[in-house]
Structures are given as C-alpha cells and as structure tokens.
C-alpha cells in the first residue's frame, strides 16, 4: 500500500511547514519559535521540521491532559511520555526520533533563556540495532534499468542517475535541467542540492551520459509547442516534476515486469545498492561520503559490511586451511 500524499503549506511569516488538512493538537508559540529556529538557523530540511512538528504535537496532547504546556514540562512528565510511547509499541527509531526532539527543543529554551534548567538531561534513547543496508546486486541493478528501457526513457534515464549517483529520490525527481554539467565533455556532471539545501556535485558515468543525451532529446518534443519547463523530469503535477510518489510506483512496476519482488526495490534501495557496489570495488569512504551527501562520515561507514562479506568470501576459498575436509 502506498502512502498518502500529504500537502503542505506554509504559516504567514514563518518558514517552518505546517500539515495541511489535519486536525492534531496545536502547538504553542513557543513550539513555533523552536521550529522557526531549526528551520532558519540550523537548515534542517523541510521533511525533518515536519517530523518535529508532528513530534511536538504529540507531546502536546500528551501534557494538554495534565493541563500543562511543553515549555512548562518537568523531568518526571517527560520520563512518563517515553514510557508511553514505548508502550504504545512506537518503533526504537521512531522513539529515538522524539526523544532527540525534545532534547533539541529543551536546548533551545535554555539558550533562550526561557528555563534554566534541561528536563532532558536524564533521558536515555532506547537502544536501536544496527540494521545493515538493504541493496541489490549489480545484475539486479542492471535487468531493472534495462526493463525500464523497454518500456520508458524517461525511466531508464532516472534509474540510471540514481545508480550513477546514490541521490535520494526527493532530489532526482526535482532536478532543474540546468543541473546536468559538461554533458558533452568526459567529466560530465551532475549538480544536486541536497538535504538542508546543501550542495554536491557527482560525476556521471557513460550509460548514465548517454541516457540524459537520449532522454534531452525526447523531453523537448513531448513538451507541448511553446511550453517550457525548467525541470529535467517535467510532468503534470502541481509542482511541475514528476512526483516522488509517481517515480515509486513506476519503479514497482518495472521491478514486477524484471521478475524482482517489488518489495525489495525502492528508491532508497539504489542508493544502498550505489554505495554498497562502490564500496564493494575499493572506493574509498571519504569520496563515497561526498557524493552521497553525508555530513558525518560515520553514517557511511554503514556500507562496509560488503567489505566483511567479502573477506568472508575470500577467507572461505582462497584460504588454503579452508579446503581442507572436515574429518
């Protein structure tokens, strides 16, 4: 099943985005000014301030019970809040997730002078397992962008970025043609702005040169006569790309028509499967950790697990004690 779009909007003088349609418990002023800070001060991406913002409603409805205001929270009505979310069978992810949240908003009353003092501070995260990254192998990688070039080059030419360049799907579906770089030359390039507007540029690799040359092509004639686009992937919908929703289920498809369970792709998992085959080939973690966009090189080192898997690999048949049999 897939997720419901959700439609933002924006509060009249604050960046900070609100849901739109939803009946949640508002937050106070205070909430507001915490949300405006991570927004503008720190750039945290929209997607993430939305998370808080649901974070902090819930707090809210929580304490609106005990008729008190977050701002007002003390230690031990905090300690019962994460009782009871863990109770109420909340991922150890998801209740990491609210605790950083309101460790981050108690920081923020104290440097604003508002408390002097940090409910937070005795708080533990629950413990989260390292789950190791979901990816395909390189022959998955390539039947599926290869199916998709049977059916649409405006597919091919997107799985191709995506394997090419490890970029989340949020920035491959809203890629200005403008962000595709010396395209003609050997050192083409592609140019993203990622996470928290942060910028990166990776460099293409030959199929992924030739689809974006190929698909450059199509996408002029399919635009109607005197209609301009500045997106390399325009489309129909109200933002004028292809929607992130509409690229997932496409990929769906092309996944079920290459005989793969649909519910190992995902956009996220081409980014996984990038990473991984790089790492997998002996490239180092800090060029990886660029393109990827990672801002702490810690979050890559995830991805050597294939290094792991292929020592085991290599212990197991190169080793000369490893053929001898078992008495």
Not at 93 to 116: A, D, N, P, V
Not at 174 to 188: F, G, H, I, Q, Y
Not at 221 to 248: C, H, I, M, N, V
Request: hydrophobic share 35%; aromatic share 8%.
């Amino acid at each position: 099943m897939f997720r419901k779009k959700t439609a933002v909007r924006k509060v009249v003088g604050q960046k900070t985005p609100v849901l739109k349609g939803t009946t949640l418990h508002r937050v106070d002023f205070t909430v507001e000014a915490f949300l405006e800070m991570m927004s503008s001060e720190k750039g945290d991406a929209a997607l993430t301030i939305e998370a808080y913002r649901r974070d902090m409603e819930d707090f809210s409805r929580f304490l609106s019970v005990r008729g008190k205001k977050p701002e007002k929270a003390k230690e031990e009505d905090i300690a019962d809040y994460v009782r009871n979310i863990a109770k109420n069978g909340l991922s150890s992810k998801t209740q990491s997730r609210r605790i950083s949240c309101l460790r981050e908003f108690y920081r923020f009353l104290l440097t604003e002078g508002r408390r002097s003092d940090n409910p937070c501070r005795f708080v533990d995260s629950p413990k989260t397992g390292k789950s190791l990254p979901k990816y395909l192998t390189e022959e998955e990688v390539a039947r599926l962008i290869d199916t998709a070039g049977t059916k649409s080059l405006r597919m091919q030419t997107m799985l191709e970025l995506l394997y090419a360049s490890g970029m989340r799907v949020s920035e491959l579906v809203s890629l200005p043609v403008t962000s595709v770089l010396n395209l003609k030359d050997n050192e083409a390039l592609i140019y993203i702005t990622g996470k928290g507007g942060k910028e990166r540029t990776v460099p293409l690799n030959e199929p992924a040169k030739k689809a974006i040359h190929n698909w450059l092509a199509k996408r002029e004639k399919s635009l109607k006569k005197g209609r301009e686009s500045k997106w390399l992937f325009p489309s129909r919908a109200k933002q004028g790309y292809l929607t992130r929703d509409a690229f997932f289920k496409e990929l769906k498809k092309i996944a079920l028509l290459a005989n793969i369970d649909p519910e190992r792709v995902s956009p996220h998992v081409f980014r996984h499967s990038f990473a991984s085959h790089l790492v997998a080939h002996n490239a180092d973690l800090r060029s990886v950790q660029k393109m990827l966009g990672h801002a702490d090189i810690a979050t890559t080192e995830i991805y050597t697990h294939v290094l792991e898997e292929k020592l085991k690999t290599i212990m197991e048949t190169k080793h000369p004690l490893s053929r001898l049999k078992k008495v």
